[in-house]
């Protein structure tokens, strides 16, 4: 079983940038794929970043441009450059397997605001 720590949130002022990481133990990360997900309050975690076979990477719109996924196959990680962020992005963020396959982590809390 996978163990997935995320770390990296914290508060951050519009148009600021966080790097979120997240640790992967155990098997480590997923062949097919991972990404990154975030749940706002009183609304359902949706899927943000994925990184595929290849480097293949997608994004939802309303952050493309402005995140970046990317691994380090070595460390076990998966990474989330977030810049010029808004106080729409503020969730706790976590990251999976694409599909989902492990357990979800504790997260990592990002807030956008003045």
């Known amino acids: 079983q996978v163990q997935l720590v995320e770390s990296g949130g914290g508060l951050v002022q519009p148009g600021g940038s966080l790097r979120l990481s997240c640790g992967a133990s155990?098997?480590?990360?997923?062949?097919?794929?991972m990404g990154w997900y975030r749940q706002a309050p009183g609304k359902q975690r949706e899927l943000v970043a994925i990184?595929?076979?290849?480097?293949?990477?997608n994004y939802i719109d309303s952050v493309k441009g402005r995140f970046t996924i990317s691994v380090d196959n070595a460390k076990n990680t998966v990474y989330l450059q977030m810049s010029s962020l808004k106080p729409e992005d503020t969730a706790v963020y976590y990251c999976?397997?694409?599909?989902?396959?492990?357990?979800w982590g504790q997260g990592t809390q990002v807030t956008v605001s003045l």
């Open positions: 999976n397997s694409i599909p989902v396959q492990w357990s």
């Open positions: 155990g098997r480590g990360l997923s062949a097919d794929g």
């Open positions: 990184i595929g076979p290849g480097g293949f990477r």
